[in-house]
């Protein structure tokens, strides 16, 4: 039995692999909605968003950059999500962390950031759990004490490309259901669905994860849903042999 949580990369990218349209904060896929011949076919993506598992990976910066810092949750329930943040800075300020609080069943946050200002909520809010690490954060030890300790089986995970590559390489992802739109966005600095440093020899090969095809769905207005198995056990051959 597996230690930590199973996890589902699942992003909504053009074919070319970009997950944002442009290398700066204000630009985000969230402009696809203004392009006709990829906005008409959006609303299937979200539709499927809503039916996956009910914990999600993000980070702050990512958080902030859709505007959790100015958001009020004004609702008597929470909305029955439980977010997972990676939050160093940090990115989510006081009232950003309010409302993570207020709007999930239960706020996971890793971070080494012992002065983040989710953590003055604790007392507040006890279904704000705090992963804190000295240094560098251990995403393995975080992964396992997810479940080991706290219970979750099964997670989605939606971070940025330099996130993504960093949960990929420690073996950390078992499934990837990407959403392709439409479209080639391009752009050396735009990012792509794995990002993070490039590998530099052949000894670096290793890194690499093949997949494994599970499934594909050809959906209205040219939109692709494909799914894959990741195959965390990469064996690279012996050139010489």
Not at 75 to 92: A, E, I, M, Q, R
Not at 111 to 116: D, E, G, P, R, V
Not at 118 to 129: E, F, M, Q, R
Request: hydrophobic share 35%; proline share 2%; with cysteine.
């Amino acid at each position: 039995m597996n230690s930590r949580p199973y996890t589902t990369l699942f992003l909504l990218q053009s074919l070319d692999g970009k997950i944002t349209t442009g290398d700066n904060d204000n630009m985000d896929t969230e402009d696809f909605h203004y392009i006709h011949g990829i906005k008409e076919g959006l609303s299937q993506y979200y539709d499927l968003e809503k039916g996956l598992d009910r914990v999600y990976l993000n980070s702050g910066r990512v958080f902030e950059k859709v505007g959790f810092n100015d958001k009020v949750w004004d609702k008597d329930k929470n909305d029955g999500l439980s977010f997972v943040v990676v939050d160093n800075k940090p990115h989510l300020n006081l009232k950003g962390s309010e409302y993570v609080a207020k709007r999930t069943e239960k706020f996971y946050l890793i971070t080494n950031n012992k002065t983040h200002p989710a953590l003055s909520l604790v007392s507040k809010y006890p279904n704000i759990i705090p992963l804190l690490y000295e240094g560098g954060i251990d995403f393995i030890d975080a992964f396992e004490r997810l479940k080991q300790r706290y219970g979750v089986l099964r997670m989605t995970i939606q971070t940025g490309g330099t996130m993504n590559a960093k949960l990929l390489r420690l073996g950390l992802i078992d499934a990837v259901s990407v959403v392709i739109a439409p479209c080639l966005i391009g752009g050396e600095n735009t990012q792509a669905l794995i990002g993070g440093e490039s590998l530099h020899t052949k000894a670096d090969l290793f890194n690499i994860k093949a997949l494994k095809f599970k499934r594909s769905n050809i959906w209205e207005n040219s939109f692709l849903h494909l799914e894959y198995e990741v195959l965390n056990d990469t064996v690279v051959d012996n050139r010489e042999s």
